[in-house]
């Protein structure tokens, strides 16, 4: 059953109307509608499954209803009694549905996300994300606060967030953040002006020399998982974010919030489920208390792995030994970006390049890649290289920069219009000798990004020019959403894009 039919099946057993549940879910009435018949898609642009799931785990009350949806469902008669777990269950059977072009579409925004990000680099730094003077001054003097201030629900989480936050930039000097929550996120996301001023307050921390190790709550359905990631982008692009992840499951029922500034104060609360209206919030100045927080935050941090690092042009070599490291003789590569990759770069080419931009870094990167690249094929691996191919007059009249190239060692390496060509050409002829060797020319990938993934491995983003931003990604679900989307495109692209490559070349 698809997502459509399912809806209609919950909403016959419960004779439901479209007018009850769009009011209840605050969507037109056709809409419902054309979702049920299956002529139009759930939305991408707000929470569907889950709102779903609660309406109906509150209007199934019926033993007969009980026993249709359990039996659809589990195949049996047992039915949750408790209404979050009959909503936990049908949740889980809605978002089963969820097919890979939803996922391709979370994957394709999260994409333009990452390349706006990546175009506009400097100006993610920005004032536009700055917080109001106001708030500094509203905040109170360290002579007024008391060891521990007691805040309520959602409102009192917005208003001890702002205190905690603008007490630290009172202090004029840098802190180390400790961040985590898998409480329910709507006392943040429910205000979008709130949304905004604590992004301003985060920045205008990070703009002070303070950094932020965050562990991100991941242990959720993939959209969900999107958009957190997406909401972060601003402050990646600062440099200042240490992301990780606890790849152990935790029940959901009892969730923690941990808001922590090394040494001086922190912020942390308790709810059950999504139930965080009325909840406490404990914001905390005493050192002692503090200290033991840090220590709980550590343990934790201690059970976590990396979600994702970044790079930029003085972490070169250690970004070099990562490329080094993709060695890994099965499975199939993806390689996308506006040029064919060092991989196969030939040496008389990468020499000319070298020597214009005085570094011969280059020579050295191109033939320790193309010897894992031979490496790769002969093992029985794949490889396919997606060209986003520059207009052809600009090419030849001003020639193109090299991908990736300050971190590869200069920012100088470019290619002539001449050059570009015979580096195409030459990877063109390397597949027809290498069976597992592909290049096509596509045009979904933006020509500013580039990504590099492996069925089995991990991912790398990168902005295509100079100054590089690198998101290095190890998060195995995350890494293959990016696996998944270029395969997806791999798959759709016809064989006339091999043809528009060869016609590019004469």
Request: with cysteine; proline share 5%; aromatic share 10%.
């Amino acid at each position: 059953m698809n997502i459509s039919e399912k809806l209609d099946f919950l909403m016959n057993i419960t004779n439901t109307r479209n007018s009850a549940l769009g009011k209840a879910l605050s969507f037109d009435p056709s809409y419902i509608s054309r979702i049920r018949s299956g002529s139009r898609g759930i939305p991408k642009s707000q929470p569907f499954s889950r709102p779903v799931a609660a309406y109906f785990s509150r209007n199934i009350k019926d033993r007969y209803q009980l026993e249709t949806l359990s039996k659809m469902i589990r195949g049996d008669e047992y039915v949750p009694i408790d209404e979050d777990e009959l909503e936990k269950l049908i949740y889980n059977w809605l978002q089963d549905d969820l097919s890979k072009d939803e996922r391709g579409g979370s994957m394709s925004g999260l994409i333009d996300d990452i390349t706006q990000m990546l175009e506009s680099y400097d100006k993610a730094r920005p004032d536009m994300f700055d917080a109001p003077a106001s708030f500094g001054a509203s905040a109170e003097s360290d002579e007024r606060v008391i060891p521990v201030g007691v805040f309520y629900g959602n409102q009192g989480k917005r208003d001890s967030v702002k205190r905690f936050l603008s007490s630290l930039l009172m202090q004029k000097r840098p802190f180390l953040l400790y961040l985590y929550s898998d409480e329910d996120m709507s006392w943040l996301y429910e205000n979008p002006v709130f949304a905004r001023e604590w992004t301003g307050l985060l920045v205008s921390l990070i703009k002070s020399g303070s950094h932020i190790q965050i562990i991100h709550t991941i242990g959720r359905e993939f959209t969900e998982m999107m958009e957190a990631i997406r909401k972060w982008l601003p402050l990646y692009a600062m440099g200042a974010i240490e992301p990780y992840y606890c790849p152990k499951m935790r029940d959901k029922i009892y969730r923690r919030s941990l808001f922590i500034a090394k040494g001086y104060s922190a912020l942390i609360s308790t709810s059950v489920g999504d139930k965080t209206e009325g909840m406490v919030n404990f914001l905390v100045r005493n050192t002692e208390a503090v200290s033991a927080l840090e220590a709980e935050y550590q343990n934790y941090l201690g059970m976590c792995r990396p979600l994702m690092k970044m790079y930029v042009s003085k972490d070169r070599e250690r970004f070099t030994d990562i490329l080094l490291g993709e060695n890994a003789v099965a499975g199939k590569f993806f390689l996308s970006s506006p040029a064919p990759s060092l991989w196969t770069m030939p040496k008389d080419i990468a020499a000319a390049i070298a020597k214009r931009a005085k570094s011969i870094d280059v020579i050295n990167v191109s033939k320790a890649l193309n010897e894992n690249m031979i490496r790769v094929l002969e093992g029985g691996g794949e490889i396919t290289e997606m060209i986003a191919l520059p207009d052809k007059d600009k090419l030849m009249a001003n020639g193109a920069p090299l991908p990736l190239a300050d971190m590869y060692g200069s920012a100088d390496y470019r290619y002539t219009g001449d050059e570009y060509l015979r580096h195409l050409k030459h990877a063109a002829e390397l597949s027809e000798k290498y069976e597992g060797y592909r290049i096509i020319a596509v045009n979904q990938i933006p020509s500013s990004i580039i990504m590099m993934t492996h069925l089995d491995s991990d991912t790398i983003i990168a902005g295509a020019s100079a100054p590089t931003t690198v998101f290095h990604i190890s998060h195995q679900q995350f890494s293959y959403a990016f696996y998944e989307y270029l395969e997806r495109i791999e798959k759709d692209s016809p064989h006339h894009n091999d043809k528009a490559l060869s016609s590019y070349l004469e």
